[in-house]
């Protein structure tokens, strides 16, 4: 039985809002591109690169649980092309920072994601 509260909104549209508002929330100099998931029309791919000289890149899918929530699953960390742990405490925290902002990214856009 469907929730009242589904996404109704189209994959790409939601991709084009996100990429519009999830850089207003990201630290001055890093860089987010957001793919369409090709086998999930409520999920899309989140790479982001960090600023400076650490040189690292972040991968998250994110995917709406319904029109308001989501649910974020790291997918890779890597430093200069490289895999790295994704356990040590910097990288922890930046993982922690990310996710923060993907969070405020789907509440700036609840007005267009909840009908």
Request: charged content about 30%; cysteine-free.
């Amino acid at each position: 039985m469907p929730s009242n509260d589904e996404l109704t909104v189209p994959q790409q549209d939601l991709v084009e809002a996100w990429k519009r508002t999830l850089p207003e929330r990201l630290t001055e100099g890093d860089t987010a591109e957001i793919y369409p998931d090709g086998t999930d029309p409520r999920a899309f791919q989140v790479h982001i690169k960090t600023a400076g000289r650490q040189m690292m890149e972040f991968d998250f899918s994110v995917q709406y649980v319904d029109s308001r929530e989501i649910a974020i699953q790291l997918i890779d960390v890597e430093k200069d092309g490289q895999t790295v742990d994704e356990r040590a405490d910097i990288i922890q925290q930046l993982i922690g920072d990310y996710r923060r902002h993907l969070h405020e990214t789907a509440q700036a856009l609840h007005h267009y994601t909840h009908s």
